[in-house]
């Protein structure tokens, strides 16, 4: 058991390093001449008197008014260049990008003060001046993207099941459901939104009346889409899963001897098979929850909805430097979910497991 915790702990710890060094990474990428400065001449202004008046700088692109300078002085240069009487302004130059360990380095070192210090990163919206600290919204977007996580796993998490077993029971209703399956799976998790605020649509020019919302508007926020969107992949992945559990159950020794036995079909599954596929049930259910978690990213982001997933792609936010703290927080359910469903395999199952 110590084993397992150890390694568990260790998988956590790599997963919220690898969050917190690839959210930095664009820190350590140069894409920015160091050698090389833009000039913007005022009329009548001349490249050449400006590059006489600062000794070990030379022309590069006389007609795009780029020059080169010492990298040493390239900062201290391009403010006094920026003060001649000719030059209206200076440019940085845009060049081929590269990566500098140095910054990144740098760069995580003040990520990880800035976490010490309690600072979490900040969002910045368009219509303010001041960013403001994730801290002071995040309750609320854990609150929003919960408000729908949750049930539409829970409604995924069921219908995969029973609709598993509907398959099992009902041989003829099963190759629908296989059908609709493979299909749904087929999908990509963007074009299952739209589909559905496209049937959101319908529905509400068939009313006459918005009774279901589809974008995120101030306080009004998309329940029903949401909730749809996380459940059915999941759902789909379940059903495939416990599908195959049953088929491969219903070929053992033990299903004829329950027949033998008088039992009837319901009362062999709902007896037998079942008890021998909850190892397949829990150790599926990890694995719907991090196809749900990608799904309330991409519905949050669709919706324009101001939660875990969706809030930095937000029509009305500038930038956003909290992203490795909302990330954090999503694998770490994802995290306790694997856990959690660990432990329930190693303590439930083999108390159920009954034998062939």
Same mark, same amino acid.
């Given at each position: 058991?110590?084993?397992?915790?150890?390694?568990?702990?260790?998988?956590?710890?790599?997963?919220?390093?690898?969050?917190?060094?690839?959210?930095?990474?664009?820190?350590?990428?140069?894409?920015?001449?160091?050698?090389?400065?833009?000039?913007?001449?005022?009329?009548?202004?001349?490249?050449?008197?400006?590059?006489?008046?600062?000794?070990?700088?030379?022309?590069?692109?006389?007609?795009?008014?780029?020059?080169?300078?010492? $990298?040493?002085?390239?900062?201290?240069?391009?403010?006094?260049?920026?003060?001649?009487?000719?030059?209206?302004?200076?440019?940085?130059?845009?060049?081929?990008?590269?990566?500098?360990?140095?910054?990144?380095?740098?760069?995580?070192?003040?990520?990880?003060?800035?976490?010490?210090?309690?600072?979490?990163?900040?969002?910045?919206?368009?219509?303010?001046?001041?960013?403001? !600290?994730?801290?002071?919204?995040?309750?609320?977007?854990?609150?929003?993207?919960?408000?729908?996580?949750?049930?539409?796993?829970?409604?995924?998490?069921?219908?995969?099941?029973?609709?598993?077993?509907? $398959?099992?029971?009902?041989?003829?209703?099963?190759?629908?459901?296989?059908?609709?399956?493979?299909?749904?799976?087929?999908? !990509?998790?963007?074009?299952?939104?739209?589909?559905?605020?496209?049937?959101?649509?319908?529905?509400?020019?068939?009313?006459?009346?918005?009774?279901?919302?589809?974008?995120?508007?101030?306080?009004?926020?998309?329940?029903?889409?949401?909730?749809?969107?996380?459940?059915?992949?999941?759902?789909?992945?379940?059903?495939?899963?416990?599908?195959?559990?049953?088929?491969?159950?219903?070929?053992?020794?033990?299903?004829?001897?329950?027949?033998?036995?008088?039992?009837?079909?319901?009362?062999?599954?709902?007896?037998?098979?079942?008890?021998?596929?909850?190892?397949?049930?829990?150790?599926?259910?990890?694995?719907?929850?991090?196809?749900?978690?990608?799904?309330?990213?991409?519905?949050?982001?669709?919706?324009?909805?101001?939660?875990?997933?969706?809030?930095?792609?937000?029509?009305?936010?500038?930038?956003?430097?909290?992203? $490795?703290?909302?990330?954090?927080?999503? $694998?770490?359910?994802?995290?306790?979910?694997?856990?959690?469903?660990?432990?329930?395999?190693?303590?439930?199952?083999?108390?159920?497991?009954?034998?062939?």
């Amino acid at each position: 058991m110590m084993v397992r915790f150890l390694q568990g702990l260790l998988v956590a710890v790599g997963i919220l390093a690898g969050i917190l060094l690839i959210s930095n990474l664009d820190k350590g990428i140069d894409v920015i001449s160091k050698d090389q400065i833009q000039i913007v001449l005022l009329p009548g202004g001349n490249i050449h008197n400006v590059i006489n008046a600062f000794p070990g700088t030379a022309i590069v692109d006389e007609g795009a008014g780029y020059i080169s300078v010492p $990298a040493a002085k390239k900062e201290e240069l391009e403010r006094q260049i920026g003060r001649h009487k000719e030059v209206q302004l200076t440019l940085p130059v845009v060049t081929t990008p590269s990566f500098n360990f140095s910054r990144y380095g740098e760069a995580l070192n003040v990520q990880i003060k800035s976490y010490l210090d309690g600072d979490f990163g900040v969002i910045a919206y368009k219509s303010r001046q001041k960013p403001i !600290p994730i801290t002071n919204s995040l309750a609320e977007m854990i609150k929003r993207s919960l408000s729908y996580l949750l049930p539409g796993l829970l409604i995924g998490v069921a219908v995969g099941f029973l609709a598993a077993l509907l $398959a099992v029971w009902k041989p003829k209703v099963g190759k629908v459901l296989d059908a609709g399956q493979g299909l749904l799976l087929s999908l !990509p998790d963007f074009f299952v939104v739209v589909l559905l605020q496209f049937a959101a649509i319908s529905v509400n020019k068939l009313v006459g009346s918005p009774v279901i919302i589809i974008m995120q508007f101030v306080k009004q926020t998309p329940l029903l889409i949401p909730m749809l969107a996380i459940s059915l992949l999941p759902a789909a992945l379940i059903y495939g899963t416990m599908r195959i559990a049953f088929e491969r159950e219903w070929e053992e020794g033990y299903i004829k001897t329950a027949y033998s036995k008088g039992l009837s079909r319901p009362a062999v599954i709902f007896r037998h098979m079942m008890r021998n596929t909850m190892e397949d049930f829990l150790t599926i259910i990890p694995r719907a929850v991090s196809v749900a978690l990608t799904s309330l990213v991409v519905v949050e982001v669709m919706a324009n909805i101001f939660g875990l997933g969706g809030y930095a792609v937000n029509q009305s936010i500038g930038y956003v430097s909290s992203l $490795a703290t909302t990330c954090a927080i999503l $694998a770490a359910f994802a995290l306790f979910v694997q856990g959690l469903f660990a432990l329930l395999r190693s303590r439930v199952v083999v108390s159920t497991k009954e034998g062939a």
